[in-house]
């Protein structure tokens, strides 16, 4: 059984960069590694003693500079399409649980979606399921299946706006960064009852997020992606 958890964007970033700190640490050698490698240390030892007792006040004012640029970058950061996607590859890697994040994003979101906006590309065999789909101003949903083959996939893309959420599921689905045209996408690679593999594959471009989710082939999924505008 999955564990979820909501949480802020906030509480989220800082997990990920301990998590990917705690990372780095446990990349360090270790003690017994440290001493093979450098048998008598004593005089470094009495060196930086005396080093951070004369210069403890100055280490001290540059932590706290340190500190403040941290915040203030992370604060500049945190609604940048790239910076959020850094994150969301650290708590991919790090955070085995099932999380939902909710961000804000900078600037003017779209009013409505480009006229025509949709996807042009539709695998032969597939019909589109009317009474599953819905199409708005800001939004759409499309899912198709095959009769013949049992396989589906669904085509959502939406305006980003402030609010917006992303679930991850790191239990069952393993991700990996890929290009979607000139956008850097996610794609998760979980499995089904049968199985079959079952792709999730989100981006973000021009003020739209897209997903396109299905247990069909892989080179499919990305021909369905290149091919909505």
Not at 153 to 170: A, E, H, K, M, W
């Amino acid at each position: 059984m999955s564990e979820r958890t909501e949480i802020s964007f906030d509480a989220a970033l800082m997990m990920a960069l301990r998590a990917d700190a705690q990372k780095e640490l446990d990349e360090l050698p270790t003690p017994a590694q440290l001493k093979e490698r450098y048998p008598d240390t004593s005089r470094w030892d009495a060196r930086l003693k005396a080093a951070l007792h004369k210069r403890c006040p100055v280490l001290k004012r540059v932590l706290v500079v340190a500190m403040t640029l941290v915040i203030l970058t992370l604060g500049a950061l945190a609604v940048s399409a790239d910076f959020r996607k850094a994150v969301y590859t650290m708590i991919q890697k790090f955070l085995p649980i099932e999380m939902q994040l909710t961000y804000q994003v900078d600037g003017e979101p779209l009013e409505r979606l480009p006229d025509g906006y949709s996807d042009h590309y539709v695998l032969d065999g597939f019909e589109m399921d009317d009474a599953q789909k819905f199409e708005r101003a800001e939004n759409f949903l499309h899912v198709y299946s095959s009769k013949e083959t049992e396989e589906s996939y669904t085509v959502r893309c939406s305006i980003i706006q402030p609010g917006q959420q992303s679930l991850f599921d790191n239990e069952h689905t393993v991700y990996e960064t890929v290009k979607v045209g000139e956008a850097d996408g996610v794609l998760g690679t979980s499995t089904d009852e049968h199985g079959k593999n079952v792709y999730t594959l989100s981006w973000e471009y021009q003020g739209i997020t897209h997903t396109v989710m299905g247990n069909i082939p892989y080179d499919e999924i990305m021909k369905i992606a290149e091919g909505i505008r």
